[in-house]
């Protein structure tokens, strides 16, 4: 088979400051992703009863007004809690909700009961790495919330598809070693995607757990997004510069969302410790050479080398 075609402990901040303002962020549905928190099954418990009782009230509720998309594996709850500290911004009941995706079949309703009521001058948004890669999603999004901006955070797709599997083995998902799991990767996921569009009820567990390859072609994803929304509702960032640069990188998310640049009073990562296991440095070569086309594609796409071909 060709080559090509085969490989298809946080700690909260403690506070911000802006011209005098001060708070404290809030714990996202994923503090467990940190480290920290309740179980995730009883935090998920709870946020579907908060969901129900808040449901004879939906009509009141805010729509969001902007979306993170993805990447998985790429800083999103990192970036959703760094937004949600902002005294404008009012986070929904759980950071996924996966409305666009998974439970589109639920209702506008339903979706609605994930967010604060509406009010002036204060927006809400919820954070979805699945969104990105689903084939249905930005059609949907466009057809409920066609004014929503757009943030997609996208992180070198060598380490990312990497990441992917070490949280997909650590938590029993796969049970193949990396390079098996890339090797089975075209088989894995053959037809899933046309079988989402044909039966929109449908869900593929495979598409969404082992695409850890066809995650990391971004140019497709954007594109996809880019037939439904205008290019200037979606703001594009590079998780490497969400590391390294993490307060600039927040300004400038606040920035395309316009609201009032703030500077939080730390920047942690919110994510899932992973386990010490270490991808073989042939894997990395490989998996290199199979994205270099399509990172390409990105930079051209973006108007910036993301210098993951470097």
Not at 119 to 147: C, K, N, Q, S
Not at 197 to 207: I, Y
Not at 228 to 254: F, G, K, N, V, W
Not at 266 to 275: A, C, D, E, G
Request: one cysteine or more.
């Amino acid at each position: 088979m060709d080559e090509a075609n085969t490989w298809a402990g946080a700690v909260p901040v403690e506070g911000l400051t802006t011209d005098g303002i001060s708070a404290t962020p809030p714990v996202s549905s994923d503090a467990s992703e940190a480290g920290r928190g309740v179980p995730r099954a009883l935090r998920r418990s709870l946020s579907a009863v908060r969901v129900e009782v808040r449901r004879p009230t939906a009509r009141f509720r805010a729509l969001p007004d902007f979306l993170i998309l993805g990447a998985q594996r790429s800083g999103t709850t990192s970036l959703y809690q760094y937004l949600a500290a902002h005294p404008a911004i009012a986070p929904p009941v759980r950071k996924e909700i996966q409305y666009l995706t998974l439970r589109h079949r639920r209702g506008i309703g339903w979706y609605r009961a994930h967010f604060p009521r509406a009010r002036p001058g204060r927006v809400t948004f919820e954070a979805t790495p699945y969104y990105l890669f689903h084939p249905l999603a930005p059609a949907r999004a466009a057809a409920g919330l066609p004014d929503a901006k757009l943030i997609a955070l996208l992180r070198n797709p060598v380490t990312r598809a990497f990441s992917h599997w070490q949280h997909n083995a650590q938590r029993g998902l796969d049970s193949l070693a990396f390079e098996d799991a890339l090797d089975a990767e075209t088989d894995r996921l053959a037809g899933e995607a046309e079988r989402l569009v044909a039966d929109p009820s449908s869900r593929s567990d495979a598409h969404r757990l082992w695409s850890y390859a066809a995650r990391g072609r971004y140019a497709d994803q954007l594109e996809r997004w880019l037939a439904c929304y205008p290019r200037d509702q979606l703001l594009i960032l590079l998780s490497e510069d969400l590391y390294e640069r993490p307060a600039a990188t927040h300004a400038r998310a606040l920035e395309f969302l316009g609201l009032p640049t703030l500077t939080l009073a730390s920047y942690p990562r919110y994510t899932r410790r992973t386990s010490d296991v270490t991808m073989a440095a042939s894997t990395g070569r490989r998996l290199a050479d199979h994205f270099r086309a399509d990172n390409e594609r990105l930079a051209g796409l973006i108007g910036r080398d993301p210098g993951w071909n470097d």
